[in-house]
């Protein structure tokens, strides 16, 4: 049996969600709340973006979220409920994520296995290692400019030819939208515990041209959903031709 894209947003939304239901309301709560209304993780299966028996790095992974959606999808897939028309899901030979926040570490050491481990850690320190796939989801702004180029640039050495990096940035040009969406970021971190962070953004051009002087190639989505907001995911493969815009 195969899914429509409405049953099997709902059949990945429970999947990956219920490990957190042991962890505590606020993990499980968070968990449905964020996999359900945020449009990137949807759109990262439906692209079918990572290659299978790919090592993967998500630095600022929060409590695991990326993590519990591959392996979810992954489960779908094996079971036979995966649509027929729709790329086949990875299966991640390994997921790292490192994340700041003590306590989101210890609520996805608590809900996820192998293959994916977690570490505190700061991504401006962290060694990454060689990997195949290098995420930053919405978490990039929150270190000054000079820091997010050394990180980049740290990037590219993790990865080997044809690496894949995925990341989501604010369009800093882009007027109300952005001031709104910055605003949603802010008031999100500071319940999360890190307090009224500075934010460090960019004009969306000039994300793409550093990531192009870099050696990737980039193609851009937008990744509001149906929010008035101004976020991009930036999907960059090093020594690539881009696949379309």
């Known amino acids: 049996m195969t899914l429509n894209p409405q049953s099997l947003r709902t059949r990945l939304l429970d999947l990956a969600s219920a490990p957190y239901r042991s962890v505590g309301p606020f993990a499980y709560r968070f968990a449905r709340g964020k996999l359900g209304g945020d449009p990137v993780f949807f759109e990262l299966l439906r692209r079918g973006l990572f290659p299978d028996r790919a090592h993967i790095l998500d630095l600022g992974c929060g409590q695991g979220l990326l993590a519990a959606w591959l392996l979810a999808a992954r489960q779908l897939h094996d079971s036979g409920e995966w649509p027929a028309d729709w790329p086949t899901p ?14 989101d570490v210890k609520r996805a050491k608590a809900a996820q296995g192998a293959p994916a481990t ?14 195949d796939v290098v995420v930053i989801l919405d978490v990039l702004h929150y270190i000054d400019i000079p820091a997010q180029d050394e990180v980049l640039r740290r ?26 969406s910055n605003w949603v970021d802010r008031t999100v971190a500071f319940f999360r515990g890190n307090r009224l962070p500075p934010m460090h ?33 930036l ?11």
């Open 90 to 103: 990875a299966r991640p030979a390994s997921i790292r994520g490192v994340e700041l926040l003590a306590s």
């Open 118 to 131: 977690f570490e505190c850690g700061d991504m401006r320190h962290t060694d990454f290692g060689q990997v």
């Open 155 to 180: 990037v590219v050495a993790a990865l080997p030819a044809n690496g894949l990096f995925l990341t989501r940035v604010g369009d800093a040009s882009a007027g109300l939208p952005f001031q709104l």
């Open 201 to 233: 953004c960019r004009p969306l051009p000039d994300w793409i041209g550093k990531l192009e002087a870099l050696g990737f190639s980039v193609e851009t989505a937008t990744m509001n959903g149906d929010l008035p907001f101004a976020n991009v995911m």
């Open 235 to 245: 999907i960059a493969r090093l020594g690539a031709s881009p696949s379309g815009q």
